[in-house]
Structures are given as structure tokens and as C-alpha cells.
Nanobody
Framework: QVQLVESGGGLVQAGGSLRLSCAAS????????MAWFRQAPGKERVFVAA????????YVAGSVKGRFTISRDNAKNTVYLQMNSLKPEDTAVYYC???????????????????WGQGTQVTVSS
């Protein structure tokens, strides 16, 4: 399995921005889809955004559409989540995930991903 390490979380005021990074180990990073999920206290882990293996195709959840952007740099083995116009309801632990089982397509279902990072906390104050 690929090893994933997230960074870039922190405390930000509403309306602010953060960029999360997820660094992956392994030579085959460029071969599979990647995604970001988030989990608020007492709630289930939910899909935020996904990107295909090349970065040419992305999909974001309706709750963050127009505010969040996912991208990847395969030369750096890194996937990013740019978060703008942050809201208090965006507060959560953010996880990146790799879908090694099916390199053809990403998924919005957490159970369809094989490797996960440890998560990074994002807190948005009002």
C-alpha cells in the first residue's frame, strides 16, 4: 500500500483559505485516483473531492463546489486541496485516500479507497 501524509491544516477565520497537501510514497502514485474526505466530530467520514490519475478530471462535492479545488502533481507525488471562502461548517479532520484497486476511476465512497493518511485538522472560526 502507498503511504500518505497530509499537511497544511490549521486554524483560520471564516472567509479565509488553506491549502492541504498529501504526500505519497511509492513509484506508482501517478497510476491511481486520489481523493479527499473529511470527518467532523460525531459524524461519518464524507467525500470532499477526487481527481483521476492524470489530474485531467476532477469532481467535488456539492457542499464545497466553487470553493474547493483538488489537483495533483505526479512529479512530486502530491495531491492538493485548495480551500477558499472557508466556513465554520468546514471544520473537520481532512483525510487523503488512494484508490489502488481500480485505477480507471475515482469514487465518492470511502470504502472504495485502499490507503489513507493520518488526517489533518482544519478549524474554521466564525
Amino acid at each position: 500500500q502507498v503511504q500518505l501524509v497530509e499537511s497544511g491544516g490549521g486554524l483560520v477565520q471564516a472567509g479565509g483559505s488553506l491549502r492541504l497537501s498529501c504526500a505519497a510514497s511509492g513509484r506508482t502514485f501517478s497510476s491511481y485516483p486520489m481523493a479527499w474526505f473529511r470527518q467532523a466530530p460525531g459524524k461519518e467520514r464524507v467525500f470532499v473531492a477526487a481527481v483521476n490519475w492524470s489530474g485531467s478530471n476532477t469532481y467535488v462535492a456539492g457542499s464545497v463546489k466553487g470553493r474547493f479545488t483538488i489537483s495533483r502533481d505526479n512529479a512530486k507525488n502530491t495531491v492538493y486541496l485548495q480551500m477558499n471562502s472557508l466556513k465554520p461548517e468546514d471544520t473537520a479532520v481532512y483525510y487523503c485516500a488512494a484508490r489502488e484497486r481500480d485505477r480507471a476511476a475515482y469514487s465518492v465512497v470511502a470504502g472504495q479507497y485502499d490507503s489513507w493518511g493520518q488526517g489533518t485538522q482544519v478549524t474554521v472560526s466564525s
